[in-house]
């Protein structure tokens, strides 16, 4: 037990010291934009206040608060500057919520006002800046949400469970794998968006709407369809999503317009399909997807067994 003890103490002073060390780097880099950019963007006026808001979000609560925390690290008080810093994490999430538009406003700034432009590029040549660039330290505290977890975990694990510094710390990691999970939530449905977004466009004139609330994007690939009456295979691109598949062949490329793009044949809710495999053709390579519906059965085919697998449990998932 004692040994125990010592290696869980070891173990635990290593942590805590690297948690204040990337601490105080972490801070160093807030520093930086809110020193080069926030402040002397305020004093000059060079953007109007509601903008320089949208670019930086709550980047200066965030550095408040994680000065606070170094200076309870720095004294040994682990618990209290902990529970002191839970109060604060939400602020990781609100971060993340607005760092889609931030980039968008630094985007439109970057090519609409020319002092800015000028300004940014000035800042940005600075040695402390080390060759990096604003876009590159906004992501900072989202990259530093993810050691958090890691480094709480560790002290975690190497505190003894019977202290009242466990129970904090517990309570902790908690609170940053919520916050975690939210923002892990955000950029999913964000790249969600974007995948959505794409096939629309992909898709020739609007008649098939991709974009719908609550659909998510699960897959894409050509497959064969096998025709119920001994016609030839027709070579088609299915997109499956949570709730539906839609099937599409290329347009012409000749197309004046749409030779790039894709047309719709078929689009099957998946509310009343059901999924069935099919092996053994194809000399054992590959196989048969069977997908039944109220008033038609698809028959599906590859010559890959991996595409045909994966296929059949992306399909079995969505169904459900």
């Known amino acids: 037990v004692e040994d125990q003890r010592a290696r869980w103490e ?3 002073s290593r942590t805590a010291k690297e948690l204040l060390e990337t601490e105080y780097k972490y801070i160093e880099q807030l520093d930086l934009v809110l020193t080069y950019f926030v402040t002397i963007l305020k004093a000059k006026g060079t953007v109007k206040p509601a903008v320089l808001e949208t670019i930086f979000g709550p980047l200066e609560s965030l550095y408040s608060a994680s000065h606070v925390l170094s200076l309870h690290l720095e004294k040994g008080n682990l618990g209290p500057g902990l529970e002191n810093f839970c109060q604060c994490l939400d602020l990781y999430g609100h971060y993340a919520e607005n760092l889609e ?8 700034q970057m090519r609409k006002n020319k002092s800015f432009r000028q300004f940014k590029k000035l800042q940005e040549t600075r040695p402390q800046f080390q060759g990096r660039r604003l876009e590159d330290l906004l992501p900072l505290p989202l990259q530093r949400l993810h050691q958090y977890k890691h480094f709480f975990r ?8 019977d202290t009242a510094e466990y129970q904090t710390l517990a309570k902790t990691v908690k609170s940053v794998c919520e916050v975690s999970h939210w923002v892990q939530d955000i950029f999913d449905k964000r790249e969600n968006s974007l995948q959505l977004l794409r096939v629309q466009k992909l898709l020739k004139g609007q008649k098939t709407r991709v974009l719908t609330p609550g659909r998510w994007y699960i897959r894409e690939g050509w497959l064969l369809v096998v025709p119920s009456k001994g016609e030839e295979l027709k070579r088609r691109m299915f997109f499956l999503f949570s709730d539906t598949l839609i ?11 749409n030779s790039n793009k894709l047309s719709c044949q078929a689009v099957y809710p998946l509310h009343q399909c059901s999924v069935d495999k099919v092996f053994g053709h ?6 048969l997807l069977s997908l039944s519906f109220p008033h038609k059965t698809l028959l599906l085919m590859s010559s890959n067994q991996q595409e045909i697998n994966d296929w059949y449990w992306s399909l079995t998932i969505a169904v459900r």
Do not use: I, V
């Not at 194809?282 to 196989?287: A, E, F, L, M, Y």
């Open 101 to 108: 538009q931030a980039n968008k406003t630094l985007k439109e």
């Open 282 to 287: 194809t000399w054992s390579q590959g196989g």
């Open 10 to 12: 070891r173990k635990h």
């Open 154 to 161: 560790d002290l975690l694990e190497n505190t003894s469970p």
């Open 247 to 257: 099937a599409a062949k290329p347009c012409h490329p000749l197309h004046l317009l």
